[in-house]
């Protein structure tokens, strides 16, 4: 969902930007390959996404969070990927397309974080959009293994959260009950394993206690009122 997601809002940031009506002109994300461009006759922005690695930046931290109806839920952290696409522009002649390279990079660069508003559905934290330094011979590989003849382009690298959903906890301990024997008394014996057995003759205090959390996050347990130690 998040690679479709950052898709959807990357042309939605390009026609509201350029502008570039659907009647005027494409937003592709297809293979650049020698016979995809042969078949072109609009104008079109191409995104092709090459690349998919974790970045380099550390994972967003854990977080917390209680529900209405006072559930707590906690939520894992969360790795940062980094999506790497080869943007180029085909207008069927130089000028038009160095043209609207030139507005497609103005657009992406005016813009370092992708504006949440373009996205059809929220992710978690900002997607951040970068000009990757990447030398002419790695886009030279790139162009060769896609069998195509190469054109002006430039590498976008969109760094943002994968999801994780969120999990229940265990309610919180509030009462403890236990068995207290008598004074003096002691539990009897399995006579086959030596182990202390219950034993429903021998009377036995069933004791409640209560447990509260204090200041810094310290559990208490008292015993309840009346009872003896």
Not at 70 to 88: A, C, F, H, K, M
Not at 169 to 189: N, Y
Request: glycine share 6%.
């Amino acid at each position: 969902m998040v690679i479709t997601t950052i898709d959807s809002g990357l042309e939605q940031l390009l026609r509201r930007l350029l502008p570039l009506p659907a009647d005027l002109g494409d937003v592709s994300f297809s293979a650049p390959e020698r016979s995809w461009g042969a078949q072109l006759s609009r104008v079109t922005v191409n995104l092709f996404l090459f690349d998919v690695n974790r970045s380099a930046q550390p994972s967003r931290a854990p977080a917390q969070r209680t529900r209405p109806d006072g559930q707590i839920e906690r939520r894992p952290p969360l790795p940062l990927i980094q999506l790497s696409y080869l943007v180029t522009a085909w207008a069927g002649n130089t000028a038009d397309e160095h043209q609207l390279l030139g507005d497609v990079l103005r657009c992406l660069l005016s813009n370092p974080v992708l504006p949440p508003s373009d996205l059809p559905e929220p992710i978690e934290g900002s997607v951040q959009l970068n000009l990757a330094d990447r030398t002419a011979r790695s886009l030279g590989d790139l162009w060769s293994a896609l069998d195509a003849r190469p054109k002006p382009a430039f590498q976008l690298d969109v760094t943002a959260a994968l999801d994780a959903p969120w999990g229940g906890t265990a309610a919180p301990v509030e009462r403890i009950q236990s068995l207290v024997a008598p004074k003096g008394s002691t539990a009897p014996r399995d006579s086959a394993t030596g182990r202390a057995r219950a034993d429903t003759s021998t009377a036995h205090e069933t004791r409640e206690t209560v447990v509260r959390r204090e200041p810094g996050g310290f559990l208490v347990a008292d015993a309840r009122p009346g009872a003896e130690a």
